[in-house]
């Protein structure tokens, strides 16, 4: 069974850099997409980062391209979301998620299957 574990939020200053850890595990084959999604104050759940296992192919959401981004340590299963030029605005608790996927789908998209407990990060002066 897939298990996902987020780790390293924390209380940050604009500007600042944070990585977030995903430690995931029990998946049943390569195609799979892990992603990266985060729930802003009052509003709903949207991904912003995603990477397929299988071709190791990488979407990011305007919002955050440029700034934030994904990166994987296959040898322990870890996905890790690179995060610099911290805004106020970033403020949200962020989740990964995984879910079933094949090569030339995005994954940046809702329905996924899996989630983490998630990670709080506060961007504030």
């Known amino acids: 069974q897939v298990k996902l574990v987020e780790s390293g939020g924390d209380f940050v200053q604009p500007g600042d850099s944070l990585r977030l850890s995903c430690a995931a595990s029990?998946?049943?084959?390569?195609?799979?997409?892990i992603g990266w999604f985060r729930q802003r104050p009052g509003k709903g759940r949207e991904g912003i980062a995603c990477?397929?296992?299988?071709?190791?192919?990488?979407y990011y959401d305007n919002s955050v391209k440029g700034r934030f981004t994904i990166d994987r340590d296959i040898a322990n299963n870890i996905v890790y979301l690179e995060m610099k030029d911290l805004e106020v605005d970033d403020t949200a608790s962020y989740y990964c998620g995984a879910d079933k996927w094949w090569p030339g789908m995005t994954c940046l998209r809702g329905g996924y299957d899996y989630w983490g407990q998630g990670t709080q990060v506060t961007v504030s002066p």
């Open positions: 990477f397929g296992i299988k071709d190791g192919s990488t």
């Open positions: 029990g998946f049943s084959s390569d195609y799979f997409a």
